[in-house]
T-cell receptor, first 112, second 112 residues
């Protein structure tokens, strides 16, 4: 079965890099997603990566995938106070129901 | 900008009342979802639909019901609200075969 794990909290100083980690358990072909939830709002897709890729970069965001360890990370460069939010990792198996399995979310706090 | 809308955003009601949370999307997505989000941030899938006249129960047992009479509309109903139903409810939609979900802003329900 699918299981997605994340650490619950991360605190960083403004201008530093943030690294949010996620582990998943399924070994099938899979898409892995990062969503962001700001206070009082729904989730918004940030980026995604397919399991045959190692890295994906999009402006300040870098996603790294270690397939051997089933470890996914999201790096935010030059973290700003506006990046303070909850970040959810999610996994979808290809060929299945395409229902995402979400992690519990990592609360990122950016302080001056 | 996601075109998915939830009403009401906030609702406070007494025990035993019947309530319907509305969710509409204008993207023509076949798939729609309802998630319950607890104060600890975790998302629980309570219902989903593959299209008109399709409704499925999610991972979390729920006393709510849903209907999908039109593609764009996926309302959730609680026949008799209880304090244990107090939570944030998030609606989402996606195209078939993708994990890119578009979320509404959420409906925060408080049952006294």
């Amino acid at each position: 079965g699918e299981d997605v794990e994340q650490s619950l909290f991360l605190s960083v100083r403004e201008g530093d890099s943030s690294v949010i980690n996620c582990t998943y358990t399924d070994s099938s072909s899979t898409y892995l997603y990062w969503y962001k939830q700001e206070p009082g709002a729904g989730l918004q897709l940030l980026t995604y990566i397919f399991s045959n890729m190692d890295m994906k970069q999009d402006q300040r965001l870098t996603v790294l995938l270690n397939k051997k360890d089933k470890h996914l990370s999201l790096r935010i460069a030059d973290t700003q106070t506006g990046d303070s939010a909850i970040y959810f990792c999610a996994e979808i198996l290809t060929g299945g129901s395409y229902i995402p399995t979400f992690g519990r979310g990592t609360s990122l706090i950016v302080h001056p | 900008e996601a075109d998915i809308y939830q009403t009401p955003r906030y609702l406070v009601i007494g025990t035993g009342k019947k309530i319907t949370l509305e969710c509409s999307q204008t993207m023509g997505h076949d798939k729609m979802y309802w998630y319950q989000q607890d104060p600890g941030m975790e998302l629980h899938l309570i219902h989903y639909s593959y299209g008109v006249n399709s409704t499925e129960k999610g991972d979390l047992s729920s006393e709510s019901t849903v209907s999908r009479i039109r593609t764009e509309h996926f309302p959730l109903t609680l026949e008799s609200a209880r304090p244990s139903h107090t939570s944030q409810y998030l609606c989402a939609s996606s195209e078939l075969g993708t994990g890119e979900l578009f979320f509404g802003e959420g409906s925060r329900l408080t049952v006294l």
